[in-house]
């Protein structure tokens, strides 16, 4: 079973500021399976990312996926009061299990 | 747009069963496959486990740790998935959710809002 280990586990920055979330694979994970979602308190889920480096429909351009094997990233750019928020990579694809991270908080500094 | 309505949530003392819904409306629901996953208080995203479409096999693949208590299953005619979860312990408790994907685009796209089940004496 592969194993997603998010850091850092709380990210504190000020509005404005470039956040960078990691999320390192215990096993090479294909890129075309690697997503990324948002999580406000009381609500669902959100798909920002797909495919390591996709966005999805009506996700901002300040969002953004990179990376490949067992290191992934999602960047936001400049973070807006809305972004502040939970955030969980997950691997999807054929094969289960279908893991998450253990999530990042971004929080207001 | 698609859509995903939960229901059948609640308190359950240890040891129960309970049955949750997911209604789905605005897609194609037989040909979807559908996930639970669930968020104890607090805590991270779990996937539960997975129903396939009946046109690509209708398999069911669960967590490891879950597959011996919860049961997924689904009714296309009523464009309806269910999770059947039975011998429930306190740790059970947390928020489930449901979750489609196509078999090409396999990534969580459309959730439904969570339902509570709280599981205590």
């Known amino acids: 079973e592969i194993v997603l280990t998010q850091s850092p586990g709380t990210l504190s920055l000020f509005p404005g500021e470039r956040a960078t979330l990691s999320c390192r694979a215990s096993q090479s994970v294909s890129s075309s399976d690697l997503a990324w979602y948002q999580q406000k308190p009381g609500q669902a889920p959100r798909l920002l990312i797909y495919g390591a480096s996709s966005r999805a429909t009506d996700i901002p351009d300040r969002f953004s996926g990179s990376g490949s094997g067992t290191d992934f990233t999602l960047t936001i750019s400049r973070l807006e009061p809305e972004d502040f928020a939970v955030y969980y990579c997950?691997?999807?694809?054929?094969?289960?299990?279908?893991?998450f991270g253990g999530g990042t908080t971004v929080d207001i500094k | 747009e698609g859509q995903l309505v939960q229901s059948g949530g609640g308190l359950v003392k240890p040891g129960g069963s309970l049955r949750l819904s997911c209604a789905a409306s605005g897609f194609t629901f037989k040909d979807a496959w559908m996930n639970w996953v669930r968020q104890a208080p607090g805590k991270g995203l779990e996937w539960v486990g997975r129903?396939?479409?009946?046109?690509?096999?209708?398999?069911?693949d669960y967590a490891a740790p879950l597959k011996d208590k919860f049961t997924i299953s689904r009714d296309d005619s009523k464009n309806t998935l269910f999770l059947e979860m039975n011998s429930l312990k306190t740790d059970d408790t947390a928020v489930y959710y449901c979750?489609?994907?196509?078999?090409?685009?396999?990534?969580?796209?459309?959730w439904g809002q969570g339902t509570l089940v709280t599981v205590s004496s």
């Open positions: 129903i396939k479409s009946k046109f690509d096999g209708g398999t069911i």
């Open positions: 997950q691997k999807y694809g054929t094969s289960p299990p279908l893991t």
């Open positions: 979750t489609m994907h196509w078999n090409d685009k396999r990534w969580f796209d459309l």
